[in-house]
Nanobody, 126 residues
């Protein structure tokens, strides 16, 4: 059992940067694919970014490319999502997820992940 704890987030203005972290309590994330998803009111949970379980390859949702960076070494604890050039539409609860058997083609699929954190709020407002 992996317990994931998110931290960071908070309130930012458009154009600002924020960082959110995902830590595995009492264990390592080595061998797990780790991803961030987000959900805003009335919308489905959306893929943000992921790092593959081996090799450190990273993947991003289209709206995040060029602005967000996920740390590429999931053996390190925590896994960090750096968010730059924030927009109001980035406002959401951000969730960390981990899965041991997630293959590359399923990294963007929330149903592929076994463990989830409680989420951390990110609000972007002027």
């Amino acid at each position: 059992q992996v317990q994931l704890v998110e931290s960071g987030g908070g309130l930012a203005r458009p154009g600002d940067s924020l960082r959110v972290s995902c830590a595995a309590s009492g264990s390592s994330l080595r061998g797990y694919a780790v991803a961030w998803f987000r959900q805003s009111p009335g919308k489905e949970r959306e893929f943000v970014a992921a790092v593959a379980r081996t090799g450190g390859s990273t993947y991003y949702g289209d709206a995040m490319k060029g602005r967000f960076t996920i740390s590429g070494d999931n053996a390190k604890n925590p896994v960090v999502l750096q968010m730059n050039s924030l927009k109001t539409e980035d406002t959401a609860i951000y969730f960390c997820a981990a899965g041991r058997g997630v293959i590359t083609s399923s990294l963007m699929n929330r149903e592929a992940y076994d463990f989830w954190g409680q989420g951390t709020q990110v609000t972007v407002s002027s």
